[in-house]
């Protein structure tokens, strides 16, 4: 059976059912097994290299945007540009943005965006996930059908945004929300979750008067945490990183989120409408530093993407798995 | 996929034959239907309703000749394949559709392998805690915006980036990677690479940890070394997962993506970054020529469409399960 089809049934997907995957080894249990032969040290010393690598390009540009945007303008100019030694911590940039104007502007605008959106995208889905876990309820498949279509059909740029600017959404910040409001991948993640849980689970609750609803609010829910909040981390950062449909759709920049203010204000190289009042903080320096303020402006759109991955980083394995085989 | 119930049920087998009518079924399972109908309705919404609008590929559309978009739709004038023919009769078009072709082949080529690799590194560490780290460093990329992997490309490798700042002050000619339109495929993929290879890691991964530790001890036992486990184990295991991801990846080859092209569009220029995405937003969108942007965007939906069903079909010859089966 392929993993579409097990997905289609509710099942959780094994990649091979004759052999489930092996439990997890203990931290710091001697793992090595006594048939296979000792590393060699050029195959370690490889290893460690392009790994070491990996991880620096990673790390190193987000060091060094960090550290640009708490550098003074001495320090700038001293280094031609990036900096990358860090010689002291002058916040001036970041105070110079959150004193109004455009990028605090934006700032909301995403905030508003990514947190509204989220709990429409969160509610609309698990309900919807519910209402089709139901392996003999009324219409499931045809319904389901339905969800899973979308995945070969593309409906095209120029007919979406025909319907998207016809409902009326120009210039409104559900048109950043609603088109994108569902992911059907997501669904048949939680979907797969709700499934899994017991049927005499649900059974004994509808014996004891529980109605769907109190089904999915007082024994799925609570069982299914984890792939909720991993789902919930995949809609917060798709709301947070739009960038294109506010390109699409809104014209109004007050209205821009903050994605598209780091694409006019970094890449595009206009200068945003920043309130332009010096920063008067005793010890701080009166204008900061341009590039500063830029590298604040990134250090800021990645933060919450910073912030939330640890939290849920640890339920990936568990809870992406399930639908990222799905692709 | 229509379903008579007793297909349904083939499987589970509780209900088997004696179904309750349909009426009562409905009184018993209305509130699964109306948790389900507003996702649904989105869907009918903003997926359906457009792929139904895609007949203004064959009409001269006009948004002003009626009082709201559903009016403009029913007056417009049928003009059959007059979009196609001005589609396809553009350079520009053609253009596009090469550049996008060449992208998808080129990050098969580079890109599709990597994931593939960083897997079966990863999962030879032996220490949980560093593989948890370096796992964590790679996947966190995935979660940043197109926005956000061009500006951290362009502080490092643009012209006033730190690269080009360290060549000025060792006396050499300073060179923008970032606008240099011979180069920029290179460019695109390494972005690719950066933002996603490990995030494309984790499904491997999954893949690997399933493979029965039993068969490498057996093979260790007859004498097979590590190269050999690995071309007659590993990779065979993870058989199946290339090819779902191969055949995903090839319905797709019309779309590479649209953010990270329309943000460098202009610093590369249309030769070099034009896609069949950025085509329909430049050409039709822009100056609202909107009957031959949705005739692009149907050839697009279209040619994806054949494109994933016989690449399933063909992963089926082979013996690959693909992505549905039948």
Excluded: C
């Amino acid at each position: 059976m392929s993993i579409a089809t097990q997905l289609i049934r509710g099942r959780r997907p094994k990649l091979d059912p004759a052999n489930p995957p092996p439990r997890r080894r203990r931290r710091g249990a001697p793992a090595r097994p006594v048939w296979e032969e000792p590393p060699s040290p050029i195959g370690q010393g490889l290893k460690g290299v392009v790994l070491t690598a990996m991880v620096l390009a990673v790390l190193f540009p987000m060091w060094t945007v960090l550290v640009t945007s708490l550098a003074s303008r001495e320090t700038i100019n001293a280094t031609g540009g990036m900096v990358v030694v860090p010689r002291e911590i002058d916040l001036s940039a970041y105070v110079n943005i959150f004193s109004g104007g455009q990028i605090s502007r934006a700032v909301w605008v995403s905030t508003l965006v990514t947190v509204v959106g989220t709990t429409v995208s969160l509610v609309l889905t698990v309900l919807a996930a519910y209402g089709m876990s139901r392996r003999d309820s009324v219409a499931h498949r045809p319904l389901l059908f339905l969800f899973l279509l979308t995945f070969l059909i593309y409906p095209g740029m120029v007919p979406s945004y025909l319907v998207v600017t016809g409902l009326g959404l120009k210039n409104s910040l559900w048109a950043l929300i609603l088109p994108t409001a569902i992911s059907v991948f997501n669904l048949v993640v939680i979907r797969a979750f709700f499934m899994n849980v017991p049927g005499e689970l649900v059974d004994a609750a509808r014996i004891d008067g529980a109605g769907e609803f109190r089904i999915l609010w007082q024994i799925m829910l609570p069982l299914s945490r984890a792939v909720i909040a991993v789902v919930g981390l995949f809609y917060a950062v798709g709301y947070w990183n739009a960038y294109f449909n506010s390109v699409l759709y809104i014209d109004d920049n007050d209205k821009w989120p903050i994605q598209r203010v780091l694409q006019s204000y970094i890449l595009a190289g206009q200068s945003p409408s920043v309130t332009g009042a010096p920063v008067n903080i005793p010890g701080v320096t009166a204008y900061p530093p341009t590039l500063a303020v830029k590298m604040a402006v990134v250090v800021i759109t990645v933060l919450p993407a910073i912030i939330i991955f640890p939290f849920v980083q640890r339920h990936f394995t568990k809870g992406v798995i399930t639908g990222a085989v799905k692709g | 996929m229509t379903s008579t119930d007793t297909s349904v049920t083939a499987g589970s087998g509780d209900h088997r034959g004696r179904r309750p009518p349909l009426r009562a079924r409905l009184r018993r399972d209305w509130p699964l239907l109306a948790m389900a109908a507003p996702a649904a309705l989105l869907l009918v919404v903003f997926h359906y309703l457009p792929t139904v609008g895609n007949v203004i590929a064959f009409q001269d559309y006009n948004p002003w000749v009626g009082d709201n978009a559903f009016e403009a739709f029913i007056y417009s004038e049928w003009i059959g394949f007059g979009n196609f023919e001005t589609l396809f009769r553009d350079p520009a078009f053609w253009d596009a559709v090469r550049n996008t072709l060449t992208i998808t082949a080129f990050q098969l080529v580079f890109f599709f392998p990597l994931p593939i690799l960083l897997a079966i590194l990863l999962h030879s560490i032996l220490s949980g805690r560093i593989r948890g780290i370096i796992q964590s460093v790679v996947y966190l990329p995935h979660f940043f915006s197109w926005v956000l992997v061009v500006t951290f490309f362009m502080q490092m490798l643009g012209g006033a980036g730190l690269l080009a700042q360290r060549m000025r002050e060792a006396g050499l000619q300073p060179m923008s990677i970032m606008s240099n339109p011979d180069t920029f495929i290179v460019l695109v993929t390494a972005e690719s690479v950066w933002k996603d290879v490990g995030w494309g890691a984790i499904i491997f991964l999954a893949a690997l940890s399933a493979i029965d530790q039993n068969l490498y001890e057996a093979a260790a036992a007859d004498g097979a070394g590590r190269w050999r486990r690995l071309w007659h184990i590993t990779l065979p295991g993870l058989r199946p997962v290339i090819v779902l991801l191969l055949i995903l990846r090839l319905g797709d080859a019309l779309s590479v993506g649209f953010e990270q092209f329309i943000l460098q569009r202009e610093a590369v220029g249309r030769q070099a970054a034009e896609v069949l995405d950025t085509y329909v937003y430049y050409q039709a969108i822009i100056p609202q020529q909107w009957g031959m942007g949705a005739a692009a965007g149907l050839f697009k939906g279209v040619i994806g469409l054949v494109l994933i069903i016989a690449a399933n079909k063909f992963a089926h010859r082979i013996g690959e399960q693909g992505v549905y089966s039948r």
